[in-house]
């Protein structure tokens, strides 16, 4: 998966900031040798707790919409999704930010039983589709 965020952040002091942003992800899953793509796109909140100039925390909350073909492939999709996010930060020369972060959504995408087809294949059972827990490594541009 890849992605790009755009955002802006309102320092309340050295310390202590909230962060705004839009953000878009991208990426292809396989099932059963078929590729399906799969795009989000949203926004959140978050809380930065910085200690000293270098390293610091944050945590946040969002709603993320899913569509592309791995959310069209099944019956009755769910998109949409909060979640919550936190992680760590380190900071370098006040202009790049790297984020070691970790999301956990509350919904997932497909939840299917019965007979159904999921793209090109006909299932008879159940099955499942989400990315609850996602970890990621995000590099900011800070102007």
Known sequence: MYG???GYIAAL???NAFRVYADFNSGVFSVDNDDF???TAGGGLD???N???VFGLFVGAGYNYAFGEFIESGKNPRPGAAYINFGLSWTIQERIRIELASRYLFSKYHDLNGNFSFGNIMYNGSITTS????TSIN???VF
């Open 131 to 134: 990315t609850p827990w996602q």
């Open 37 to 39: 793509h799969r795009m």
């Open 139 to 141: 590099i900011d541009f």
């Open 4 to 6: 790009v965020r755009l």
């Open 51 to 53: 200690f000293g100039n």
């Open 13 to 15: 002091n050295p310390q």
């Open 47 to 49: 809380f930065l707790y």
